[in-house]
């Protein structure tokens, strides 16, 4: 099993690209399933997960071609498809739900795998089947497995208004998907506004949708027959982005991130501006520019949904917290588990304690290298930046996580000159 082994105490120096979003290309590739006509995405990061939704798409019958340097891939989708996602690949990726609401728009009927629990929260998909329910799908939990169809003499799923019980991003985009294909109109409220929603909706209006409200909490869709096929480029990756700027906070160090979108980071920005960083936003990129982190000022902050502090960046500025001066409060609010690392960064020197939901940090302590375990992917990352500020050596193990969400992680911090290196 792959390790990562870093020797702390280097500051971080030089540029680096950003890539394409794995939470707007996942959904984006379910898209293809929409459309017998081929879909091509452009920046498709090179990932785990997208490898994983690969696997899963080829098998219900997508064609599947990547071209170019640039993380191209053209996806194709023609009858007849075979609506099963099966538990074997389910369980690897959550994400692999997001097939559930155009299979059943495009096929009338779906298997999915249930996803299960993982290592940051129990995450039910009640709010997705509520919604297609409320769509005129006729659904039942049976053996682990979700079975979907449509009402007996439907040949399309109908418009509704749709109100989740909690703002639901993979929620919204299955719903989302679901809708483009129904009969009439739906209206999903309480709808996540985050970027790559707005993403999704950009390819799926390519793609002849009629799609109205995106980046709002109420969204509108008006049913079509049939989506044709389209071109689109996958937004940049906001937490990529995030993870590295904390990353250079708290190294110390000075990089340009090439293809960051400040626009989609605002929350995070504010709390680094706050903590003594530099950050200069740019329409191709961001500069970042920090003394360290141990002469910084750690910042409290609560996780909430777009457009506040994105669960997804939660570990990593919790890194930066343990060794910038000050005491700070971290309030997790989406997951009920999402302090994996808390332990894992304890082993290294920080000082966390938790109540419930908040974890209180002591801050400016000084990290010593050590093994650790990843739990998560954002766990793993936010490891990986207490490592780079820890003296000496520290081995992360179970870098698998890191995989399933960074696109080559190791090499982009090489390149800035961090000591680090992937070990078998
Ligand atoms: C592939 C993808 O895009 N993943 C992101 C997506 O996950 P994901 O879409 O799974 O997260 P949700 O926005 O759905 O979850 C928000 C909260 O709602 C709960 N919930 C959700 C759906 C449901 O049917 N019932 C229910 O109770 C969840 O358990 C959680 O407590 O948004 C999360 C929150 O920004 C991010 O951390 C993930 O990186
Ligand atoms: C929790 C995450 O991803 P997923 O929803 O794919 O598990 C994440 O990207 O941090």
Known sequence: MDRLRIRGGLPLHGEVPISGAKNAALPELCAALLSAEPLTLRNVPRLRDVATMRTLLEGMGVQVRTHG???GMTLQAREPLQPLAPYELV??????ILVLGPLLARCGRA???????????????????????????????????IEARLAAGRTRLRGARITTDMVTVTGTENL?????????????ENAAQEPEVVDLAELLIAMGARIEGHGSS???????????????????????AGTFLCAVAAAGGQAWLRGARA???????????????????????????????AALRAQSFRTTEYPGFPTDMQAQFMALNCVAQGPSAVTETIFENRFMHVQELVRLGAQIRIDGRTAFVEGGQRLSGATVMATDLRASASLVIAAL??????????????DRGYDQMERKLRALGADIERIA
């Not at 369980?91 to 692999?96: H, I, P, V």
């Open 69 to 71: 340097e640039r993380g």
């Open 91 to 96: 369980k690897t990726m959550r994400a692999s």
């Open 111 to 145: 298997r999915v795998s249930l996803p299960g629990g993982c290592a940051i929260g129990s995450r039910p998909v009640d709010q997705h089947i509520k919604g297609l329910q409320a769509m005129g799908a006729e659904i039942t939990v049976e053996h682990g497995y």
């Open 176 to 188: 989302m998907m679901a809708a483009t294909l129904a009969e009439g109109e739906t209206v999903l």
């Open 218 to 240: 109420r969204i509108h869709i008006q049913g079509v027959p049939a989506l044709r096929g389209a071109e689109h480029t996958v937004v940049a990756d906001r937490i990529e």
């Open 263 to 293: 626009d989609h980071l605002d929350a995070v920005v504010d709390k680094l501006l706050a903590a003594g960083v530099q950050v200069q936003a740019q329409p191709d990129g961001m500069g970042v520019a920090s003394p360290g982190g």
């Open 389 to 402: 500020v820890a003296e000496g050596e520290t081995v992360v193990e179970r870098i698998y996580h890191l």
